[in-house]
């Protein structure tokens, strides 16, 4: 920015002249009256009042006064903007204060118009001098910008450093001695003097008042008192005073402060501008009123000018369009002063297009002419203030836009001033432009602006946006849907400064080149451009440190901004270098270059590295580094850097000059070492293995190939000697040169066989000498006595010429890890198998690696055996014994993983070693050191759960071979070639079968009781834990033995669970049982009866299923075993067969004769919702006498409620006598039938089952293979022979 006046580039803030803070105070000072209008020659150094010398206290004295302490910060705190600030983000309540005299001047609004003499004195006409006028006005003759000028920046300093739009003066109140004692009152002299000194004080403020007045400016005084006149009660009172007295305003015209804290001085003055912001709002308001009516009333163009004293007219007068240009431009500073940016931008707009308009015709302005360069100056300021209002609103691609179109319009209006791109004015005005706004941007960011990150927009928006640019906007159409649709110009984004800077670089050079083409032509043919002020001052230019300087900027800007990994900073550096070569500042250059290489290597730009090898390698013979000139010079041999054929071929020969040319640096110099592994070497290096994989101590035939460039024949190279290396610290392959040889193009060396190790060198002889395109095929094999994976790492090629020694390690081409492509004389990889045919032939090679081989260890040679008592058994903690035999001849180091594979019904299995236990998994068992021969047994256990199937189990064996004493020692690899050790992997899949320890079989019978039914209405039903049995369940458990080894029963134990509808009534097992623990063998029984009582609700009717109130737990084991197992024997739910009206007769067995035998007959209605009508009859029988009713009427059974029909028999016969039969029949009324005429209801008397109480036993309703027993169809008595029988004794 130094490039253009600062005044005009500058954030403009209010301006505010502080005064009576300072003594001495460096302020500018205004022209006095003399008609001195030559701003810039105006004095610096202000006016000292007398009043402000101090009487003379000592320095500690004044160091110690608060006053003086309170002036000091307020100085500070005052002055706070920085003068001349570009880029403001605390614009707006602030002001830009300056601290002057009391006594400062302003310069004069208007003065007569004179005319200079002759001898520079200027001098008056009064017969036609015309109305006073503004010392820096076109019409004045003394003016600078008499008689056609446009803008001074002298006129832009007077309103930010000259004429204030506040004056602020600070004043010290007077003040009396304290008084002794608060009832002591004031002295009349003292009252009189204090009266004076306020007088006096007015007065001053008065005079200033006028000065200030005259202006528009606001004056503000600010009183200085102490703490102790705050509370004076005459402090108003002489205020008021001192205001009447003054002529000041009422509002914000009178502060008093006393000494106070820093942070309420900065409240205070914080405070004062606020307060006085209005105020200089109104001042600069009232300047743009005064402009537009002057606006409104433009002279005319043949306005009066004066003449010399010679009387001739000096220039022609200012055009309209250029007082326009004025005016504008005055609005838009005066709105800057105010904050109204969007207002500024306005006027600003229309001053640039006034402008472009006077540019458009050279008759108003005349190009090369210092009104015209005064006239470019101002737009290009113009245009950098409307990108800066642009971009304080965050219109960044507006500001964008206005700085694109001025440089276009400015590009086209230099073609006719006749400085076009041709030119180096042209370029400068470029590049010039591009720095300004690349200085404006970092400033901004560096106040903490943020370049807004161009959103990609989605093809929902585009196709919205589409949609409303199509219908010309709708509801949901927004300003950047529309701008995706139409497209953004990637010009008018914002780019960070570095673009900027880059681009002024760019334009640097071409003004560089510029001016060289027009050096060149007027030295050849002198010219008129010789002469121009121009050419000369573009001679003074140091150009290319202007473009290094710009570089640099873009590149640390570049580096700052840059997201992920950006190139363009390397390309910049790039340019650096080559700037630096190009100024003849070679060891700069190298720097740049060598870091900018490394990169380029790194990510293979050949394109890009070959001109950058070109410029070093000439940098190094310029700086006279011998080393780094062999070192470019190889890698351009490789490269193939030099397009010229014949320079290209004369490479190796320049080579051989250097190094006998050229001393050693040091007599004690160590060889030099070129290695270039990211760059393409000058031989290609190839190696092909036969075979893949090899054993310990078996060869490994290999070939090396070295092929020389197919355009450059390295036949010169002093090479001595060749060393093939096989990674690690293994001794190499040494061959040396020897003259003779082969010269076809493909020469086979034999180099023998190689062992690996740390001493042993082999050593050979070959030609060393390669011609175009030739390739030498090195052949032999390889031993290793240590596993590995072997291949040829690097092929040294060691150059002596003179004193100096040079090593080339150049890194063998491998398919796993390539950095350059091989020449096509070795890709794809193929083996040499004969030369005694023209051309050679080759067999490819498809294997993958081909380039590497594997060196294994010989196989581990383990024999596994399992031994379990198969099959295994459910929650059996199921041993597995494992045994290991080590058939080596090496001992072996095993450990052991087994894995559990998972079941099919996804249960939980466990696995058990050692102190291991594990559901899946169990790694790392250490089955120690096995000596050769010896066997290894340990022993893992299977716990099984779930469902019976099949177990699976992995085996991994790890094996590494013990080596107390080797013969080689290891060698020292690199993580990518080192091998596995000496170690192997056995894998073995065991499968267990699985089988449930014990099966059970449970038959279930059922019998009713015969005892009463609760009735309904007992109350008793409903309490908490009655039980109300009717059924009785009868089951027989049988527990046994399926597997083919013997168990042991320990105990059988019942484990009862709450059942509300069972329960257990006995069982036949005992705690005290002797019989347990016994032995049962294979398909062997062991039996259990119990039986449980059953409670018939409402849910056993619905679903027929009661669950077992238990079940049982077996302990078992193997025979032999250390430990029982548990087995969860269930037994199934019962399901009781449904009854609905039923008949149970209870009778003894036996009798004696004649005597009397009662007989209940008790008859249930379990049915849940129907009633009995019931009709009792009794049958007569020759054996029994039967005393009770024949033949009755039963009263009506509710739903689960029984009656009990009581009887007395007399025997009359012995032996086997049946009783008399009893029959139950349900009327049941069927309603209307079709076939009943009469409307009568049809009966049907339905037949009740009577059962004998000691034969009732049925299976389950669901069992179809057991039926109930046969009811007879005429109703009756339900039994295995048709009727009850019991045995008659005989009386004794």
Known sequence: MNSYPIELLAQYAPLMFVAGLTEGAQAPQSPSSSHQTNLNNTPSSPIQSPKSQPDGPSLNGRLNDPFESLISRLRTTMATRRKGTVWDTERGKSFQVILVDKNIRFPPRKIQPTSPRQDGSPVQHPQNYGPP???????????????????????????????????????????SPAMASPLEGRQEIEKEEERKRDAELAAEILQRKKTTSERGIKLTVVLLASRRMLDDPSLDTRLSFIRRQSNLDTRAALFVLSPVSQPELADFVKSLQSALYESAKDYYAAHSKRIRRKRHRQPQANATILPNANGALIGRPLREIGWIVRYEYKLALFAEFRMEEELARKHYEDCWSALVEMFGST??????????????????????????????????????????????????????????????????????????????????????FKIPVIPTPTAAALGAAGHMVGGYGGVNGTKESLAFSMGLNPANILQHPGYHYYTAAKCTLQRYERFLAILEQETAQPGTMSQSPGFANEKKVEHHAVVIELYIKAYELFKKFRTGQSRQTVYIAHRIAETYYASGNYDAAIRFFERIARMYRREQWSDLLKPILSMWYDCARQSGDIELTIKL??????????????????????????????????PESSPLTIDLPESPAIFDCGAVFWRSDVSVGESAPFQLFVASPSNLSLSSLPITSLRIYFGGDHSPIVVSHTAGGQSDDVRRVNVGHMLLDKKTELNTKANLRWNVGQTQVFAGTVTSMVPLILKVSKVVFVLKEGDWTIEIPIHVHTSQNSTFKPRPALAPPRWLSSLSDQPARFIPVYRTNSSTTNVRPKPHLLDLQFEHPSPAYMNERYPIQMNIKNNDERELELIVDVLLQPSEDESVNRILFEDQESTSLIKGLSFGTVAPGQIVTKTMFLVSSGTPGNRILDISIQSKAICKSPSFPTSTLSPHDSPASDTSETLETLMVPVKQPITSHTETAYHRLAGPLRSLLDLTLFDHGVFNPSVQAITTTKIGNDGPWDLEIGKVVWKPVDVAQARLFDTSMDPDDDSLPLVLPPRDYYAIVSRYNLALDESVRTDHSIPCPGHLEVSWKREGADSFNTTVVALPSFNPPQDGIIGILLSPATAKLHQPVPITLTIQNRQAAHTADLILQTESSEAFVIAGPRSCRLPTLLPSTSVDVRFNVVPLMCGMCRLPTFKVFDRRRLGLQPQDSEGEETIVMQPVPIVDERWDLRRSDKDEKELPLHVPASGGLLSPRDGVVIVVLPTT
């Not at 290209?648 to 080579?655: F, G």
């Not at 190094?659 to 640096?665: D, G, I, R, T, V």
């Open 363 to 448: 008759a108003i302005l005349p190009p090369r002419t210092k009104r015209w360069a005064e006239a470019k100056v101002l737009a290009d300021c113009i245009a950098i203030k409307l990108c800066k209002l642009y971009l304080y609103s965050n219109e960044c691609s507006m500001a964008m836009s206005v700085f694109n179109r001025h440089l276009h319009k400015f590009a086209d209006l230099s073609k006719g001033w006749g400085i076009g791109e041709e030119t180096f004015e042209f370029w400068s005005w470029m590049a010039r432009q591009h720095r300004i706004l690349a200085e404006l941007l970092e400033l901004a960011l560096r106040a903490g």
């Open 133 to 175: 006028r503004s010392p820096l006005s076109p019409l004045t003759p003394s003016s600078p910008l008499y008689p056609d000028g446009l803008i001074a920046p002298i006129w832009v300093r007077k309103h930010i450093e000259l004429v204030p739009s506040v004056f602020v003066l600070f004043l010290r109140l007077s003040e």
């Open 633 to 666: 010079l190889i890698e351009i041999m490789g490269s193939n850097v030099v397009q010229d054929e014949e320079e290209h071929a004369s490479l190796p020969d320049d080579l051989v000059a250097i190094l006998k040319n050229s001393p050693l640096p040091s």
